[in-house]
């Protein structure tokens, strides 16, 4: 049980392009979703969080109108990445509050901006 | 600003030995702890939660959490190869928001 789901896995795309990852509880219903990011060898970093039904809270410092964010069901939340850089390259990755209050992480999404 | 400490490592341990991660927090009012493993290049994988002081026993894991000194300790018995990671712990704040404070995390070796 408690199993998240991501895709896609890994995307390449062209500068100034956008792309949209999806994030699906699998087997439960989450209201509240988290959106972190991970550079290479540093720690996760929150990028925001996901409620169902409801505006997507950002953590500071990051811009809510470059990544957008959507909670439209109880199992899936998407982030958009608008006009994507290069700087942008990272690892994304999702977690859905399960049974308990606990994050269950899916298994990544890993960007490159061309 | 609520944190969560844990030593960067790497811990090198003996395959077969105990290995043994510790965290510390700041956020005395917190209630529910939990640690994760992260294999290079994947996502975070639960290994256990808990939230009563004591012990807390799975498998070869073993989760120990004080209270009273902010510290929360993961035991790993007969230590393997499949166990070199970076182990995470994440401690919910008392905010009720949900949102985990994660230490930067403990990199284990397991020597064959």
């Known amino acids: 049980g408690a199993v998240v789901s991501q895709h896609p896995s890994r995307v390449i795309c062209k500068s100034g392009t956008s792309v949209k990852i999806e994030c699906r509880s699998l087997?439960?219903?989450?209201?509240?979703m988290f959106w972190y990011r991970q550079f290479p060898k540093q720690s996760l970093m929150l990028m925001a969080t996901?409620?169902?039904?409801?505006?997507?809270?950002?953590e500071q410092g990051v811009e809510k109108d470059k990544f957008l964010i959507n909670h439209a069901s109880l199992t899936l939340s998407t982030l958009t990445v608008t006009s994507a850089h290069p700087e942008d390259s990272s690892f994304y990755i999702c977690s859905a509050l399960g049974l308990e209050k606990t994050q269950y992480f899916g298994p990544g999404t890993r960007l490159l901006v061309l | 600003q609520k944190e969560v400490e844990q030593n960067s490592g790497p811990l090198s341990v003996p395959e077969g030995a105990i290995a043994s991660l510790n965290c510390t927090y700041s956020d005395r009012g917190s209630q529910s702890f939990f640690w994760y493993r992260q294999y290079s290049g994947k996502s975070p994988e639960l290994i256990m939660s808990?939230?009563?002081?004591g012990d807390k026993e799975d498998g070869r894991f073993t989760a120990q959490l004080n209270k009273a000194s902010q510290y929360v300790s993961l035991l790993i018995r007969d230590s393997q190869p499949s166990d070199s990671a970076t182990y995470l712990c994440?401690?919910?704040?008392?905010?009720?928001?949900?949102?985990?404070?994660f230490g930067t995390g403990t990199r284990l070796k397991v020597l064959a």
């Open positions: 994440a401690v919910n704040p008392t905010s009720g928001t949900y949102k985990y404070i």
């Open positions: 087997d439960f219903q989450a209201t509240t």
């Open positions: 808990i939230y009563s002081n």
């Open positions: 996901s409620n169902e039904g409801s505006k997507a809270t950002y």
